[in-house]
């Protein structure tokens, strides 16, 4: 009996430091939107973001705000109203080709440095269609971190 007890324990304990199963992307609606502290607009300001689209990550909800983490690992609370369902990623791997069709050997069309925000028009399985500017093209999905 103490075995089980113990078994059950320890699945319970490290099941609660293990990523949540209901974590999802969203982007940020506005070329501004405030990260709060906490979850409502009595809580001060943290971080000014100031970049439409910017992709983050939804870990939590209280009433109307979601607990948010981007990809600095800047984590708050931000009113849903700011938040949209417009896929767009970040770039995570430094000099990374865009190629003209979702393979390697096709032709490259830009290099797109760490950091830079990508929109994304689909996804297969291991490729995702982007815009950036004024190009087009194809990036492997394992460089983008966002929604896609």
Not at 33 to 58: A, C, D, M, T
Not at 133 to 143: F, Q
């Amino acid at each position: 009996m103490l075995r089980i007890v113990i078994i059950i324990s320890s699945f319970l304990f490290f099941e609660s430091f293990s990523f949540s199963k209901d974590e999802y992307f969203l982007t940020l609606r506005y070329n501004k939107v405030n990260l709060r502290q906490g979850p409502s607009r009595e809580y001060p300001i943290k971080i000014f973001y100031k970049k439409k689209f910017l992709p983050v990550l939804i870990q939590d909800q209280s009433d109307n705000f979601r607990k948010i983490r981007d990809h600095e690992n800047n984590s708050g609370w931000i009113h849903v109203s700011q938040l949209s369902k417009k896929k767009a990623a970040i770039v995570i791997e430094d000099k990374l080709i865009v190629f003209n069709n979702p393979t390697i050997y096709s032709k490259p069309k830009v290099i797109l440095n760490k950091g830079r925000l990508c929109l994304i028009t689909k996804c297969k399985t291991q490729w995702c269609k982007i815009k950036v500017d004024k190009y087009r093209g194809w990036v492997k999905k394992e460089s983008l971190w966002g929604r896609l």
